[in-house]
């Protein structure tokens, strides 16, 4: 098969047949082989009829529908793992990510070499105060921290090279940054695509300004993780080691004025009078908890079970 188009939706009814129209017209075009994932978040409309109706009317589609919303990321997660397609292109289901884009980004992967291939909405229908200025900023910081070279990290419009899809695991809300897990797991040919915005045609935005802090959130997580995930002794031992062995030379310092003390007639002065001796005391203990947490934190990373763990209601 050449192609799974991946289509998460929560409560978007109005659009997925003419989604499905539009892709079934465009696949047919280009004579490529196909199949469309749709995974029903949840929805509490009649998304989940509408899917039913298309399956009875094609052989190219195919579901998975949660007990519950869970988010983009699982349902992500969840249609990888069922996709056959040497190719998995994403998009929303709004219908403001045009198919029309599908050939062209199929190409780059098969035929330029690429790992991913992410969109870029260049010019964009959103409202600019809250979505497009804090958009901006927000790709800016992430290609400062992954040294990716992205305009558009949050793109849903995204084409995969299989081995990629099946490779990474997609969970809580890292869809925002599948291009740093995929660096991450050692696919380093990212490249990027101008791609059509169109405005929303039916329905609203499921998404809340939340949404970017969040995002760096989970930045920070990924370049912490990319860094001492399988490690973090590497990280937390060695700031506890310090700590512990600063507070101690602290330690030592103290006991030395206090002998320097006794030798010079001042016998009673006591140790914990001196504001160094609480000082000392504090770095050996937090230099303690740090190398612990460290060492928990070898012992959760190399036997922690997998997260995505989902409900689904129904699959076909």
């Known amino acids: 098969m050449d192609i799974s188009v991946v289509i998460p939706l929560y409560n978007e009814e109005e659009s997925l047949t003419e989604l499905h129209d539009w892709i079934r017209r465009i696949m047919l075009e280009n004579q490529l082989s196909y199949e469309i994932i749709f ?4 929805s509490t409309d009649g998304s989940w009829e509408i899917i039913k109706k298309l399956k009875d009317e094609s052989e190219n589609v195919r579901a998975i529908k949660f007990r519950r919303n869970y988010g983009k990321s699982p349902a992500l997660h969840c249609a ?9 292109i994403t998009m929303d289901a709004d219908l403001q990510d045009s198919p029309d884009e599908i050939p062209e980004l199929y190409r780059m992967i098969k035929e330029e070499g690429y790992d991913l ?17 804090p958009s901006k900023l927000f790709n800016a910081t992430a290609r400062k921290v992954s040294g990716i070279k992205l305009h558009d990290f949050n793109c849903g419009l995204k084409a995969y090279r299989k081995s990629l899809a099946k490779s990474i695991e997609v969970y809580n ?46 930045l920070m997580t990924l370049w912490f993780l990319s860094r001492f995930g399988k490690k973090p002794m590497h990280i937390f031992g060695l700031w506890g080691s310090l700590m512990f062995l600063l507070g101690l030379i602290a330690i030592i310092l103290v006991g030395v004025i206090k002998l320097y003390d006794m030798h010079h007639g001042n016998p009673y002065r006591l140790v914990t009078e001196s504001p160094y001796f609480y000082i000392s005391l504090t770095m050996m203990i937090l230099g303690t908890l740090l190398f612990l947490a460290g060492f928990l934190g070898e012992l959760v990373s190399r036997n922690a079970p997998e997260r995505n763990h989902y409900r689904i209601d129904e699959e076909f």
């Open 80 to 88: 990888f793992q069922k996709a056959q397609g040497d190719v998995i």
């Open 117 to 133: 291939v992410s969109g870029w909405k260049k010019k964009r229908y959103d409202d600019k105060l809250t979505k497009n200025l």
């Open 39 to 42: 995974v029903d978040d949840g």
């Open 173 to 218: 809300d890292m869809h925002r940054w599948i291009p740093v897990l995929a660096k991450n797991a050692g696919f380093t040919r990212i490249g990027e695509k101008v791609v059509r915005h169109s405005p929303r045609k039916y329905g609203k935005s499921k998404f809340g300004a939340n949404r970017f802090v969040n995002g760096y959130l989970d």
